[in-house]
């Protein structure tokens, strides 16, 4: 008796188990079903449309950074670079998005080969489709999948086209396992060799997407030269890249202000983005957090701390036509002792005092506050977007900062450093700029 009891009560305990299991569907929002997703062409306009309903890309780059802020600004999709990035699994970014409004373009994860991938082994080859396969199965039914995203700029330093092969047999799986959502694969930049190749070799990728910084204002001309007029997402874009930005003579890049990268990402989606209404089909701005490259600033749309740069409020301007309330502090420049970075080189003797005059700009001044740091130039640089480790501030340099100058201590020793200064408000917005010197 009392051993039935025991086999009635594990049967019950595996029950309810099971039960949970098979609920956990439900709550991720899978069990609503895919959206349909296609490409079309109306009236001679390339557009997505989403279960019958054209969709434009209002979108951000993010992984990392808070996501689902984009829709409060006016947004209407994210985009990843893999299905799991180590702090929340693609079922969380999908959750997340369909809770707040939000299409995922998800990036699938494809090896590359200036990391060392080899892509003439096949068995290497082979397993990396498997476990995308796993991937893409795990998530297709979602209802906030948008798209697959495969791979992520591929043709950067790369030899063996082999790998676009590799791309559409990826393509060709997810058609038949998924059936519902685009396929594309992100490129940086667009060149002849890629159109031609994917365009006779891979005829399960939907559309080419387009990453471009400063050189996007010329993407109509890089199409052109590419002999591509198919449709298209620029999935990502943004302020001027480090490398094609002045440097000083030690070879640091300077780095435009807050202020300059919004109105440059203005200019760049009004004559860029908004100006092709036949091929483009939106737009995902990078980034929609913050990250190290080349300074803690350059790419985020965020601070470390979290603040709205101007760029934020610039995309809420460029997605639902009005300009918010709150503007963050414009900052226009930097100089140490009269000599800016952009216009001549800062070199500065070990341990001495120095003042950074700030050109600032907001209706009430007074509201502000300023911090400020110095930091070693990072020695670990990386390339297209890989992981940078941030180098430690200073401590002890800063003796003051305000809204027009900030007083320092140069470093007690000899090398190259950076003075980044954030000027912010009471509504969480920043201005951000940042001046590199030589310290002999």
Sequence with gaps: MKTQKIIALVFVAITMFACDTAQEPESSYISKGPSKVEVRNVDGNYRLFVNGEE??????????????????????????????????????VL???????????????????????DYDDADAVADQLDRLREEVIELK??????GWGIGNELNLHYTNPRVWDAVNDIA???????????????????????????????????????????EIINLQQYLDNAGYDGPYLVTEWGATGHWEMPETEWGRPIEQTSS?????????????????????????VFLWGQKQERTPSWYGLFTEDGEKTEA??????????EWPENIAPRVHDITIEGHGGRFDNVMLSAGGEYTAIISVEHPDKEILSVRAEIMPEPQELSEGGDFEPRPQSIEGLILSAGVSEVIFNAPAESGEYRLLVYVTDNDNNAGTVNIPFLVH
């Design 260 to 284: 300059e990268k919004a109105d440059a990402i203005k200019e760049r989606y009004k004559k860029v983005i908004l100006e092709d209404q036949a091929n483009c089909m939106g737009s995902y």
């Design 55 to 92: 969709f434009y890309v209002k979108g951000a780059g993010c992984e990392f950074g808070p996501c689902h802020l984009v829709a409060d600004y006016g947004g209407n999709s994210i985009r990843t670079w893999r299905t799991d990035n180590g702090q929340r699994s693609g079922l969380e």
């Design 95 to 117: 959750d997340d998005a369909y809770e707040n409004g939000l299409m995922v373009m998800m990036g699938l994860d494809v090896a590359r080969e200036r990391h060392g991938f």
């Design 312 to 321: 934020i409020n610039v995309m809420e301007y460029l997605w639902t036509g």
């Design 172 to 214: 060709r799986m997810i058609k038949e396992v998924d059936g519902n959502h685009v396929t594309t694969t992100m490129l940086a930049g667009i060149g002849p060799n890629e159109v031609e190749y994917i365009r006779d070799n891979c005829p399960d990728i939907d559309f080419l997407s387009v990453q471009m910084y400063g």
């Design 141 to 146: 039914d979602h209802p906030a999948l948008l």
